[in-house]
Nanobody, 123 residues
Framework: QVHLVESGGGLAPPGGSLRLSCVAS????????MTWARQAPGKGLEWVSG????????WNVDSVEGRFTISRDNAKNTLYLQMNSLKSEDTGMYYCGIPAGGRWEYPREFDYRGQGTQVTVSS
């Protein structure tokens, strides 16, 4: 059974940093691409970052390019999202998951996702 648990969210000031983690179990993590998505209050899901199974490339939505870095440690079954230079518009629930169809660039939906971790950017 696929199980994904996000952590690392919280309150950060504008310009601050947070590092999200996503621990995976129930499947062979190193075989699957992974993605992060977020949902702001009252808005739809926005795809943020993606990474293939080997971690050799990454994809980021334009709004986070140069500020967010997705990475993975296949030995630890863990996905990360380093978020720097945070802005108020980064506030939302952040989800990690396996993208449908292996689509880690410009993903459209999850096959599986975790319960999410809340990120709030405010002074």
């Amino acid at each position: 059974q696929v199980h994904l648990v996000e952590s690392g969210g919280g309150l950060a000031p504008p310009g601050g940093s947070l590092r999200l983690s996503c621990v995976a179990s129930g499947f062979i993590f190193s075989n699957y691409p992974m993605t992060w998505a977020r949902q702001a209050p009252g808005k739809g899901l926005e795809w943020v970052s993606g990474i293939p199974s080997d971690g050799d490339e990454t994809w980021n939505v334009d709004s986070v390019e140069g500020r967010f870095t997705i990475s993975r440690d296949n030995a630890k079954n863990t996905l990360y999202l380093q978020m720097n230079s945070l802005k108020s518009e980064d506030t939302g629930m952040y989800y990690c998951g396996i993208p449908a169809g292996g689509r880690w660039e410009y993903p459209r939906e999850f096959d599986y996702r975790g319960q999410g971790t809340q990120v709030t950017v405010s002074s």
